[in-house]
């Protein structure tokens, strides 16, 4: 048999990174650097993954914390009508003067993930994953997925958090348990079918962003990783 042969298929992921003016970088820097170098090093024990990374947003640069223009490879006109392609989602977050009034508008960015996490899962065993960094998870809340399951956001939002969900989703729904830790992976949500994993502030960015390089990869794989960036991750122990 040849080597060729014997070598396991890669495996593509295609993550869609969701930007708008104001957006807070390590929220969207963070995944994208963990998952690049995740596609760029090999893994002897497991099938090779490999991260296709797009970002997406209403225009075609995004301003990011005014600090920092970025050029986007998907309008959101079109990425709402090819979002059934995307594996994973990421969410950023931003400042709350930029936050609060976006999802009171119920903008076309909650719609898009409203739509992600609705949507059937690719392959049987294996759900579509949603993760939101940091004030992200107010997005997440504005499309109402956020019921009864377990979440984290920035340490001075989390009961603010809460309070904006029971707004939304009303008294009679089950609220979300907001707690601060650096990231939580609720499992499936209740209200779809992806799985919602949501990061606490700005530097937690990495942390779930290499939890979840654990879960599709190997656990390995998430500590090499880690130590090529010069990043003291622990993983959250299982409770």
Request: aromatic residues 6%; charged residues 20%.
């Amino acid at each position: 048999m040849s080597s060729t042969a014997s070598t396991p298929p890669k495996k593509y992921y295609k993550v869609a990174v969701l930007l708008f003016d104001g957006v807070d970088i390590l929220d969207f820097a963070a995944p994208m650097e963990i998952l690049t170098h995740t596609s760029h090093n090999r893994n002897p024990d497991n099938p090779d993954r490999v991260f296709s990374i797009k970002t997406v947003a209403r225009a075609p640069t995004v301003n990011a914390k005014q600090a920092l223009t970025v050029q986007v490879d998907l309008l959101l006109d079109e990425a709402l009508q090819t979002i059934a392609d995307f594996d994973i989602l990421i969410v950023p977050g931003g400042p709350p003067s930029l936050i609060t009034p976006m999802v009171a508008s119920n903008p076309l960015e909650v719609e898009l993930i409203r739509k992600f996490a609705t949507l059937p899962p690719k392959t049987p065993d294996e759900p579509r994953v949603l993760c939101s960094m940091c004030t992200g998870a107010f997005l997440v809340g504005a499309a109402r997925l956020l019921t009864g399951v377990p979440v984290t956001t920035h340490h001075r939002a989390v009961e603010r958090l809460r309070q904006f969900c029971i707004q939304v989703n009303g008294d009679d729904v089950p609220p979300p348990e907001v707690s601060h830790k650096r990231y939580i992976d609720a499992g499936i949500l209740k209200t779809g079918h992806a799985r919602l994993i949501t990061a606490g502030g700005v530097s937690s960015s990495l942390d779930a962003s290499l939890y979840l390089v654990s879960q599709l990869t190997s656990l390995d794989m998430a500590a090499f990783i880690s130590r090529v960036i010069e990043y003291d991750w622990k993983p959250l122990a299982e409770e």
